[in-house]
Structure formats: structure tokens, C-alpha cells
């Protein structure tokens, strides 16, 4: 069964270091988001993307984050000079479309700790 | 806007018996409501969904939902609880205004005890 894959598993970083996550969504997946978890709290949306463009974004989704597909079948998240406060298990996802019969698959997700 | 509301942390049940995890959403036109589950070190895995047709959904796992219009309900039930079904649960409602984002609530710990 197909299924959305992220690497790395777990990615501890240095306050103010870039970090990129990535993720594989399934292949025929057309629309893509990340969200996130900081421990012990609600799972959030930051993202979502449609058509190589951003579609919505959350609040938390700032200028230090950014989202691209560079090459048709990778899905990555930046944070350009991370904060202690980065520091979150962050889930890909995708889905075949936006309608209301079309779920979204979620990636094993990335633990990010920032130092 | 779109919400869901999970009231129990925690929810601890013995093995055998039956477990409900209560979720109440608030949705301006039709809810389409999600139950995830994630296992320990583990993403979010499917459960379920409502979207219209029978208010009792069967899922993944001998899971159901029932979903109720007047009590703005989505809760997760299952008949006979297992140990190996004890992991974080959470309800979440489709956003259709827009890109259709999942809005999750706070989750619930499920416990079930031998």
C-alpha cells in the first residue's frame, strides 16, 4: 500500500540553523500540508500546498518558514534560522484532492529538537 | 470557524470492555469529522470518517463512530477494548472553506489495562 514517507526521523539542530524536512507524499497526490506537534500538545496546520504554490497558511507559518516541491516528487519544509520554539514533530501529508470523499495521508513525521 | 473539542485527557478502560473517546465539534454547515490514532513514535493513522449517510461509521481496527446532529457529537467507540488499542486519539474536522485542512482536537490517551 502506498504511503507517505519522511526523512529524517529525527533532526537536532543548533538555535538559528536551517533546517530542511522532507517528505515523499504518494505518488498520484496532488495536494500537500504539513502540520505539527509540539509534545504533549495539539496536532496544528502550518501549510498547504496545490499546483507548486502555496494555497493557505497558518499564523504560525512565518517568513522563516518556507515550502517548495523541487523536484516533483519531494515535499520540503525549510525553517531558515530555527527558534527554541521550533522544536516539534512535524507530519507531512497529502491527498488525491479536496473533496470531501478525499482523506489525507500522513507521514511518519519528523522530530525536530532545536538546541 | 471550525472546532473540535476532545474533554478527557485520558480515558482508561479495562481489556474486554467496551471504550468510548467523546468528541463534540462546532462546524458552520455540514461537519466532516476524522478520527486519527498514533501509536507511540508513530504519525497519524486513519481511523475514520463522516461525511453523510449513516450516522454510525465503522472504521479500521473494529472501530466505530457515532455521529449526532442535535449533540454536535462525533464519539469513538469500539465494543471490546484491547490492550494494543492504547495510544492517542484524535477527532478532527475538515475545514471546506478553504484548502480543506484538518482542525484536530487536543487528542485522548487511551489506556487499556489486562
Known amino acids: 500500500e502506498p504511503e507517505v514517507t519522511q526523512t529524517p526521523s529525527h533532526q537536532v539542530t543548533q538555535m538559528g540553523q536551517e533546517v530542511i524536512l522532507r517528505c515523499v507524499p504518494i505518488?498520484?497526490?496532488?495536494?500537500f500540508y504539513w502540520y505539527r506537534q509540539i509534545l504533549g500538545q495539539k496536532v496544528e496546520f502550518l501549510v498547504s500546498?496545490?499546483?507548486?504554490?502555496?494555497?493557505?497558511k497558518s499564523e504560525i507559518f512565518d517568513d522563516q518558514f518556507s515550502v517548495e516541491r523541487p523536484d516533483g516528487s519531494n515535499f520540503t519544509l525549510k525553517i531558515r534560522s530555527t527558534k527554541l520554539e521550533d522544536s516539534a514533530m512535524y507530519f507531512c501529508?497529502?491527498?488525491?484532492?479536496?473533496?470531501?470523499?478525499?482523506?489525507?495521508?500522513f507521514g511518519p513525521g519528523t522530530r525536530l529538537t532545536v538546541l | 470557524a471550525q472546532s473540535v473539542a476532545q474533554p478527557e485527557d485520558q480515558v482508561n478502560v479495562a481489556e474486554g470492555n467496551p471504550l468510548t473517546v467523546k468528541c463534540t465539534y462546532s462546524?458552520?454547515?455540514?461537519?466532516?469529522l476524522f478520527w486519527y490514532v498514533q501509536y507511540p513514535n508513530r504519525g497519524l493513522q486513519f481511523l475514520l470518517k463522516?461525511?453523510?449517510?449513516?450516522?454510525l461509521v465503522k472504521g479500521s481496527y473494529g472501530f466505530e463512530a457515532e455521529f449526532n446532529k442535535s449533540q454536535t457529537s462525533f464519539h469513538l467507540k469500539k465494543p471490546s477494548a484491547l490492550v494494543s488499542d492504547s495510544a492517542l486519539y484524535f477527532c478532527?474536522?475538515?475545514?471546506?472553506?478553504?484548502?480543506?485542512?484538518?482542525?484536530f482536537g487536543t487528542g485522548t490517551r487511551l489506556q487499556v489495562f489486562p
Open positions: 501529508a497529502s491527498s488525491s484532492g479536496t473533496g470531501t470523499y478525499n482523506e489525507q495521508f
Open positions: 505518488s498520484n497526490h496532488l495536494y
Open positions: 500546498f496545490y499546483n507548486n504554490e502555496i494555497s493557505e
Open positions: 462546524v458552520s454547515g455540514n461537519p466532516y
Open positions: 463522516y461525511i453523510t449517510g449513516d450516522n
Open positions: 478532527a474536522v475538515r475545514d471546506i472553506t478553504n484548502t480543506d485542512k484538518l482542525i
